[in-house]
């Protein structure tokens, strides 16, 4: 997946991939119109994890079908389960719920570390070696999301004790889970192929997605636009956002299109403010460019250091 189809347009492949990472990039003001606010709730974001995991599911199902794909072996059966865990249920949920209570443009600083987190657990779990400057950059990194995290509990009077510490560790927590998910669905990728990877995983959580969903079913009127919101998180975000962006990398080449990723957090706070009328920030803004660039210094030395060894699969949020 790392070798770039040789008679496939450049151009389409980092279209692919800009197509891909703003499908995600909005997963952010999506989950907060689909859950609400702690002042004004909506959604439960545990209703959320689960309907958009029946929507993906459901979908995943018929194209499973339509095109005849093989099972799963039994050796691939728990590397999709971690992914599972990691991209169907804790990514949306920890999201869900830190959501409530910061916006959607404070919640892409804290993710912007992803791509750092998903190289670090794929080294770890794959066994390669990334270079002494990768951690230091991965080091570099953590400190400005905590830095910006401590700026934001103390500058809005909360303090360490008041509370505004939990939905950073929510999203701490997300980026973890998510980071985890993609490093173990990346070990199988070469062997299923990127789409039916994320559709076996949709797949594998209906049977606990759809009682689940169920029983949290929302029992108050909800907004129209939340529903809407949840139907862009379980087609676009679980699922078919997939399809274009390991379809770019898979065109152009991992090393370079991957590159768009650098682009997520800044299009999740530039759509967060026509969606929910948030207001740009200056300090979240410089934050986000500060640790994007420790994204791009890192990946510069992501690479294992024999070149022996096999390349890490780069993937993006959900």
Not at 38 to 50: D, G
Not at 94 to 101: D, I
Not at 154 to 172: A, E, F, K, N, V
Not at 272 to 285: F, H, K, N, S, W
Request: positive net charge; aromatic residues 12%.
């Amino acid at each position: 997946m790392n070798t770039p189809h040789r008679d496939a347009p450049m151009w389409l492949a980092w279209l692919l991939g800009f197509v891909g990472v703003t499908v995600f990039a909005l997963t952010l003001p999506m989950t907060r119109i689909a859950t609400g606010t702690a002042e004004a709730p909506q959604l439960s974001p545990w209703f959320v994890t689960w309907a958009r995991c029946v929507i993906a599911g459901t979908a995943s199902a018929l194209y499973l079908w339509l095109s005849r794909s093989p099972k799963p072996k039994r050796e691939h059966l728990k590397p999709l389960g971690l992914t599972l865990l990691g991209n169907a249920v804790g990514y949306p949920l920890l999201l869900g719920w830190a959501l409530r209570e910061v916006t959607a443009g404070h919640a892409a600083v804290i993710t912007a570390l992803m791509p750092l987190a998903t190289a670090a657990l794929a080294a770890w779990l794959l066994h390669q070696r990334a270079r002494l400057g990768f951690w230091v950059f991965a080091v570099i990194g953590a400190a400005l999301v905590m830095g910006f995290s401590l700026w934001r509990i103390y500058s809005t009077g909360q303090g360490w004790h008041g509370g505004g510490w939990w939905p950073d560790l929510l999203l701490l927590g997300a980026v973890l889970a998510s980071a985890m998910g993609y490093a173990t669905g990346a070990s199988v990728t070469a062997a299923l192929g990127a789409e039916r990877v994320i559709s076996w995983v949709c797949v594998m959580a209906l049977p606990l997605c759809l009682p689940l969903a169920w029983w949290t079913w929302p029992s108050h009127a909800i907004d129209t636009a939340s529903w809407w919101a949840l139907a862009y998180t379980g087609m676009f975000s679980m699922w078919m956002g997939f399809f274009a962006w390991y379809r770019g990398l898979a065109m152009g080449g991992a090393l370079h299109i991957s590159q768009v990723q650098l682009l997520q957090p800044f299009i999740s706070i530039a759509a967060a403010i026509p969606l929910l009328g948030e207001t740009l920030d200056p300090v979240a803004l410089g934050f986000a460019a500060a640790v994007v660039v420790t994204v791009f210094l890192g990946r510069r030395f992501a690479r294992p250091v024999s070149s022996t060894q096999p390349r890490r699969v780069m993937s993006s949020s959900s």
